[in-house]
């Protein structure tokens, strides 16, 4: 009994998948073929999907090339040049309306603040007015009167709003109205009556008051060389029995003086200096340039005309801007005031 199991093989505990008498070893060759199999497919996979990576990455290239070089090409910078245009046109839309937006908001606000106005604003504004008004006509038709009028009456208005606040703008508006009534007027009167006084003196001009003009001999058909020479050097003679002037160059000449000295009159009644100062000088250059100034007439003329040259005066305008300045600094402040 010893002897037989001598003799029968043992198993192999330790290594079952080994033993002689294993019936599983077909199962384990099949489970590495199995694994072997396994291992080449990922392998082969991991391979194919490195090379489709590196495909990929080679087309992104060329693509990436390809756009790069799109910007060169006439069509695309055709694109960009009319898409630029077009924005710089929306942009000036833009700003077009955003001007015209403003206007608007502008217009709204004003409106808005005149519905709003209270009785204090729309003296204010009417104030604003005559101190505009008063302006215009000192400066521009030297009319002080209507000035120390305009002025006289916006104080009046500001005085019924019985508000401490203006009372700078009227102690201003008092200055300026002083300074009208201290201003001095040239004598209107005077003067135009000297003007017509001057326009009376051409009607007692007598037929020897007006210088005459010398007529050339008329040119010899037949010159001889001391004559051509003489013209050629520009020298002529002239008659010794001069002519006298045409019933049309007497009638012209004293029409044109009767019109400077009615203009140099009516620019006198608008305070306007320079035409009044135009027209007085006119009138003597005619005096002294077609008239005989040895005539005790037209002596008389050319006196009373520089007199009235030199001795008229058209004083400067007071300076009335700063009540409608300090009125302005008070309805209006500005936001560094503030």
């Keep these: 009994m010893t002897e037989e199991s001598n003799t029968t093989p043992r198993s192999n505990k330790r290594f079952p998948l080994f033993s002689a008498a294993s019936p ?15 291992f080449t497919f990922y392998i082969l996979t991991a391979i194919w999907f490195y090379e489709r990576q590196k495909t990929y990455k ?16 006439p069509a695309i910078i055709g694109i960009k040049h009319r898409i630029s245009d077009n924005e710089t046109r929306l942009q000036n839309e833009l700003a077009s309306a955003q001007t015209r937006q403003k206007t608007l908001e502008d217009s ?4 808005r603040e005149l519905i709003n106005r209270d009785q204090t604003g729309w ?49 201003i508006l008092a200055t300026e109205i002083n300074a009208l009534n201290e201003m001095q007027n040239p004598a209107v009167d005077e003067i135009s009556s000297n003007l017509l006084a001057a326009n009376q003196l051409l009607n007692t001009l007598s037929p020897d008051a007006y210088s005459f003009v010398t007529a050339p001999i008329a040119a010899n058909q037949n010159p001889n060389w001391f004559e051509r020479l003489l013209n050629a050097l ?7 029995f001069p002519d006298k002037l045409s019933l ?23 305070l306007d200096k320079e035409n009044f100062t135009m027209h007085l000088q006119t009138c003597l250059n005619l005096l002294n340039a077609h008239y005989d100034q040895k005539n005790a007439v037209i002596a008389q003329l050319i006196t009373q005309l520089d007199t009235l040259l030199t001795k008229s005066t058209f004083p400067a305008p007071p300076n009335i801007s700063g009540s409608l300045q300090k009125l302005r600094q008070i309805t209006h ?3 560094a005031a503030l």
């Design 108 to 111: 709204f606000e004003k409106t």
């Design 234 to 240: 520009g020298f002529h003679r002239f008659s010794a």
């Design 58 to 73: 080679r087309a992104l290239s060329e693509v990436r090339k390809n756009i790069r070089n799109l910007d060169d090409h």
């Design 24 to 38: 599983s070893k077909p199962a384990s060759r099949l489970l590495w073929i199995i694994l072997l199999s396994s």
């Design 123 to 171: 003296i204010i504004t009417e104030v604003e007015y005559l101190l505009r008004l008063a302006q215009v006509r000192l400066n521009l038709a030297y009319d002080a009167p209507s000035a120390r009028e305009a002025l006289k009456i916006a104080d009046q208005r500001l005085a019924s709003l019985a508000n401490p606040r203006f009372l700078p703008v009227r102690e």
């Design 248 to 270: 049309q160059q007497v009638f012209y000449l004293k029409e044109q003086l009767r019109l400077e000295l009615d203009g140099a009159r009516f620019a006198l009644y608008r």
């Design 333 to 335: 402040p500005s936001p």
